[in-house]
């Protein structure tokens, strides 16, 4: 079972991969097709089994994902199902008149602040997936190459108060952790959760 559906055009295949890595990051798991061809044989099954048991669809509404029939037909299912869709609407894309995501809040995607955008997707998804509550399950890997899922993924709360200290002279804004194997600190941003120098 995934929690989330990442709906996109195959142009915007890179962007749905950053998305899901991310998302698995933070504990989320999330089906892109392209990821899991074998999960059906049928593509349009593989896309209805999911959308079925997910949680949330996040769809991609790019200057691609507008045009895409494929977008298009996988939010209709979503509605269909039941689920909770969050547009991710790429700026300059009018997509006020594309049926029923105009009545959803939405997600801008701007391609020059990705930064921004992923934090804005860890957001909203998680507080469709489980909340904003400091949770175990942040999956981190130290720069010595040892990668593990027992970290706490911070608050909400926990996060934005380390962003807004950003504007602060001589503070870096980010969270360090300790590795459990060589006990090596990290830092990790508290937008993305890469790891920064």
Known sequence: MFDVFISHDTSD????????????????????????????????????????TCKVCLC???YNGVQSFWVH?????????DRVVIPAVQLGVDYK???????????NYDPTNLERFTYDV?????????????RLGLRLQCP????SNKY????????????????????????VFECDTCKTQFKVSPWTFEEVP
């Open 13 to 52: 295949y890179e962007l749905a991969l950053t998305i899901h890595g991310t998302l698995h990051k933070v504990g989320i798991s999330a089906y892109i097709y392209e990821l899991y061809p074998q999960y059906r044989k049928d593509i349009s099954t593989a896309i209805r089994d999911v959308l079925k």
């Open 60 to 62: 991609l509404l790019t």
């Open 73 to 81: 037909q996988e939010l209709g299912a979503a509605y269909a199902f």
């Open 97 to 107: 008149v594309k049926g029923f995501v105009q009545f959803r809040p939405h997600i």
């Open 122 to 134: 860890i957001w909203a998804l998680r507080n469709e997936v489980f909340g904003h509550q400091a």
């Open 144 to 147: 010595n190459g040892h990668e």
């Open 152 to 175: 706490i993924l911070p608050s909400t709360e926990e996060i934005n108060e380390i962003i807004q200290r950003r504007v602060q002279p001589g503070y870096i804004s980010c969270f």
